[in-house]
């Protein structure tokens, strides 16, 4: 990918970098592209900068000598700076990268990077999308598309676990998973590999918690020939199976403090000891822990070292239970809906709305993996035409209440009576309910409702030209609901 001539024709661009090399780089990179670069060796003079002028980019080191990049962001947009700015960090700064994004940068890039890395972001933050690629597009999505298809959901709190993701894999930093039993943590390590320049080579996953204490370090380091009982000839363990490549530790909490003392080893030296063993071996391995255990209350409460939370903590991914992204429970439910029915031959094809409200409004412990085996039970046992019901749900989900919308409209009078007022949605709109007569010979209410929808869902994608999320939030939608809608109508002119 590469940005046209002219992309940047006029553009005025500022590099804020105290390393001359790479001001100098990409001071000449991008005056080849058109753009207008000032350079700045330090926060200070590019405050200074800022006063003086507007800046289209900035280019932002996030370690300076004389002043913190967050500090540079913070006060350029106190002062009312409205460049856009994009975050430069090593590896080792990418959680205070983080922060950056929350006192709004638009990206960051992790040292070192290609140009062409360059080029795509700068594509993204000042709105040069490639050729063909439509206004709703989201590369979090694309990104989750192309190495996470498993790892099912739109909602914005995973969307920034993908904008995380996209940025850490290609490095070899130490990174911790962390979430509740079920919410894919193992997802996520294979997508980190997937995306990484390791993606060749073998991923090897290890649970920490399912090996007895005295034969883990046996299993990670590997062992000599008669180094104890049963050891009738040498093994390797698991990190020289995983040489240039990236081992999976799952569930890292429960690993004994001894073995946290020689793993804490290979993290800094890069070399371990075989049991048995006194000549210690090099090994190249990225390793990606997780656990659902609150690491920091262990190093607290003494049973899990400092030291080696803080090297295991370098980039933290956490990924949310179930229940605080409910809106993409639909997606998930039609995706191992469709993958139950073909695999276990059963001819079940989709689930009533009041089945599937039920489900949204349940919190499941269990999270994906528990909505996973509920999906595939209610296939199993189904008896039927083919539609999965509020019959085939287990019990304790036939009695969880359907939430209702928080969207749902208000009479005027019965807000007011309630002492608050309309939903935002419906507020100052021109129609008027008490117009609407019903006629002597009754009407189909589902039907007109259904009708109404569907005439304000075509009219608020034609405002928006087709962008899914612009319409939703006219609608008062969220975007994964009113993709769901559009299917349901797909699925009804089909029939």
């Known amino acids: 990918m590469a940005l046209d001539d002219t992309s940047l024709a006029g553009r005025r661009v500022l590099v804020v970098d105290d390393h001359g090399p790479t001001s100098e780089l990409l001071r000449s990179f991008l005056g080849e592209l058109g753009a207008r670069v000032d350079t700045a060796s330090g926060g200070g003079e590019a405050l200074g900068l800022l006063e003086a002028g507007s800046y289209d980019l900035v280019l932002l080191d996030l370690r300076m000598d004389d002043m913190d990049g967050l500090q540079v962001l913070e006060r350029a947009r106190a002062h009312g700076a409205t460049s856009t700015f994009v975050l430069m960090s090593a590896e080792g700064t990418i959680s205070h990268a983080v922060q950056a994004m929350q006192l709004g940068a638009a990206d960051f890039l992790v040292k070192p990077f290609e140009l062409e890395r360059l080029v795509t972001v700068i594509e993204r933050v000042l709105g040069d999308a490639p050729a063909g690629s439509t206004g709703e597009d989201d590369p979090r999505l694309a990104w989750r598309d192309r190495y996470a298809p498993y790892l099912i959901g739109e909602h914005e709190s995973l969307r920034e676990v993908f904008f995380l993701l996209e940025r850490i894999a290609p490095t070899d930093c130490t990174v911790l998973v962390t979430g509740e039993s079920g919410t894919g943590k193992e997802l996520v390590a294979r997508a980190i590999h997937a995306a990484s320049t390791r993606a060749d080579r073998a991923f090897v996953p290890v ?33 020289a199976v995983a040489d240039k490549g990236t081992l999976f530790l799952d569930e890292i909490g429960e690993m004994a403090l001894p073995i946290q003392v020689k793993f804490l080893r290979v993290l ?14 090099k090994c190249d391995v990225r390793v990606v822990a997780a656990t659902n255990r609150n690491l920091e209350s262990m190093v607290a409460e003494g049973t899990f070292r400092e030291d080696l939370f803080y090297r295991l903590n370098l980039i933290p991914i956490h990924l949310p239970p179930l229940r605080e992204r409910r809106s993409d429970i639909p997606l ?20 009533t709305e009041d089945a599937l409200e039920r489900m949204v409004a349940y919190d499941w412990p269990g999270n994906v993996r528990e909505l996973e085996n509920t999906v ?18 287990p019990a304790k989900l036939r009695t969880t209440q359907p939430s209702r919308s928080p969207t749902a409209v208000v009479p005027e009078d019965s807000a007011t009576a309630q002492g608050t007022e309309p939903p935002a949605d419906v507020s100052g709109t021109a129609f008027d309910p008490s117009s609407v007569q019903l006629p002597d010979e009754g009407l189909d209410l589902r039907g007109l409702i259904e009708e109404l929808e569907n005439h304000l869902i075509d009219q608020a994608l034609a405002r928006t030209g087709g962008n899914r999320s612009r319409a939703a939030q006219l609608l008062g939608l969220n975007r994964t609901t009113l993709v769901e809608r559009l299917r349901k109508r797909e699925r009804a002119a089909a029939k």
């Open 268 to 281: 800094q030296e890069g070399e371990y000891v075989p049991v048995g063993e006194t000549r210690p071996r």
């Open 376 to 393: 595939e039970r209610m296939c199993l046992l189904h008896q039927g035409g083919g539609i999965l019901g509020t019959a085939d749900l």
């Open 332 to 351: 998930l439910v039609r995706h191992f809906l469709q993958n139950a029915s073909q695999r276990r031959g059963r001819p079940v094809t989709d689930i």
């Open 207 to 239: 649970n920490c918690g399912a090996i007895p204490e005295t034969l883990i370090e046996s299993e990670l380091f590997g062992h000599a020939k008669g180094a104890f009982s049963g050891a009738t000839c040498a093994r390797e363990g698991r990190f």
